[in-house]
C-alpha cells in the first residue's frame, strides 16, 4: 500500500536557523506529491505541490522542496525561519487524477525567540 | 467564494448519539473527501466521493456512512457515536483545473463523551 513518512515528530529551532523536513514515499511510478501546513487551530493550507518536470519546487512564504527520485523523498526547506512558522507540517502524496492523497503523520515545528 | 464549509464548527455527543457532519463546496470540485485528524496519526481518509453519485470508502470507514447528495454536498454520518470518534473532522474538494489541489473546510471538532 501507498505510505508517506515523515521522520521528524517535534523540530524545535530558533529563528533564522534553517529548516529541513524529511518526507519519504513509497509509490511506484508517478506520484503527485504536497505539503501542507497547519496554523494552530487551523485548517490545512498548500504550501507546495510537485507534479513533474523541475524537481526543485519553490512554494509559497519562502518555503521550497526537493523531489529525488531515487531516494524516493520530498524534503521541505527554509533557509531561514520565523516565529510565525510554528505550526505542523504535512507531507502527502497520491496519484494523477482524484485519487485520495495519503499523507503522513505531520511535523511539529516551534520556532523560538 | 466561500470553498468548502463544514458544519457545525464544534460538536458535543454522548455516546450512542448520532449526528451528521455537513459539508458543502462552491469551487465546482469533482471530487470529496472526509479524514478525520487525531495527535499523531496525521489526517486518514474516511470516506471519499468521486464524483457524484459515487462514493468509496478510505483507511478508517467503520462506523461511519456518506451521502453525496448532489456535486456541491458530501456529507458524513455518524450512526452511534463512540468515544474512539473523538477526533477533529475535515472535508476537502479535489479540482484538476487550473488550481490542481485539495482544498480543505475549517473543520469540525467532534467530542464524544
Known amino acids: 500500500a501507498q505510505s508517506v513518512s515523515q521522520h521528524n515528530h517535534h523540530v524545535i529551532l530558533s529563528e533564522a536557523a534553517s529548516l529541513e523536513l524529511g518526507c519519504n514515499y513509497s509509490?511506484?511510478?508517478?506520484?503527485?506529491l504536497f505539503w501542507y501546513v497547519q496554523y494552530p487551530g487551523q485548517h490545512l493550507q498548500l504550501l507546495l505541490k510537485?507534479?513533474?518536470?523541475?524537481?526543485l519546487v519553490k512554494g509559497i512564504k519562502g518555503f521550497e522542496a526537493e523531489f529525488i527520485k531515487s531516494k524516493f523523498s520530498f524534503n521541505l526547506r527554509k533557509p531561514s525561519v520565523q516565529w510565525s512558522d510554528t505550526a505542523e507540517y504535512f507531507c502527502?502524496?497520491?496519484?494523477?487524477?482524484?485519487?485520495?492523497?495519503?499523507f503522513g503523520k505531520g511535523t511539529r515545528l516551534s520556532v523560538i525567540a | 467564494n466561500a470553498g468548502v464549509t463544514q458544519t457545525p464548527k464544534f460538536q458535543v455527543l454522548k455516546t450512542g448519539q448520532s449526528m451528521t457532519l455537513q459539508c458543502a463546496q462552491d469551487?465546482?470540485?469533482?471530487?470529496m473527501y472526509w479524514y478525520r485528524q487525531d495527535p499523531g496519526m496525521g489526517l486518514r481518509l474516511i470516506y471519499y466521493s468521486a464524483s457524484e453519485g459515487t462514493t468509496d470508502k478510505g483507511e478508517v470507514p467503520n462506523g461511519y456512512n456518506v451521502s453525496r447528495l448532489n456535486k456541491r454536498e458530501f456529507s458524513l454520518r455518524l450512526e452511534s457515536a463512540a468515544p474512539s470518534q473523538t477526533s477533529v473532522y475535515f472535508c476537502a474538494g479535489f479540482s484538476n483545473l487550473m488550481s490542481y489541489g485539495y482544498t480543505f473546510g475549517s473543520g469540525t471538532r467532534l467530542t464524544v463523551v
Open positions: 510537485y507534479f513533474s518536470g523541475d524537481p
Open positions: 502527502a502524496g497520491g496519484y494523477s487524477g482524484n485519487t485520495p492523497l495519503v
Open positions: 509509490y511506484g511510478g508517478t506520484v503527485n
Open positions: 469551487m465546482n470540485h469533482n471530487s
